[in-house]
């Protein structure tokens, strides 16, 4: 997905629910939901899929050459790649508890009346 602007989108989260890495360019809502597979986000359990920065063909197919080189090359590394991003919770009930954290933060953060 090499969208040069996705304010968010939803064909990287299908992607990453039915077990495909998907390959997106950091912008917008791709960068906010696609961890890119690293060294330290794989030792760190986030690793959902590849991104990229620049907006160029060159950036596109040196993701991609990542993602293939792992699907060949590390078969365990990219199952663990696999779950990680098919347990990716964006539903809304998630959402909405994250809210209601931040809404219980503030109320509790209001200096008492008096």
Do not use: K
């Not at 909405?96 to 008492?112: F, I, N, V």
């Amino acid at each position: 997905m090499p969208s040069l602007y996705e304010p968010s989108g939803l064909n990287q989260l299908y992607s990453m629910r039915y077990g495909t890495p998907p390959v997106v360019r950091a912008t917008g809502g791709l960068a906010d939901t696609v961890v890119d597979t690293t060294l330290a986000t794989l030792a760190n359990g986030t690793a959902t899929g590849f991104s990229f920065q620049a907006f160029t063909g060159d950036a596109l197919y040196e993701a991609a050459e990542r993602g293939i080189a792992l699907y060949r090359g590390q078969t365990d590394t990219w199952r663990q790649v696999l779950a990680t991003a098919m347990r990716a919770d964006w539903s809304w009930d998630r959402s909405a508890a994250e809210y209601e954290r931040l809404y219980q933060l503030l109320r509790d953060e209001q200096p008492s009346g008096g």
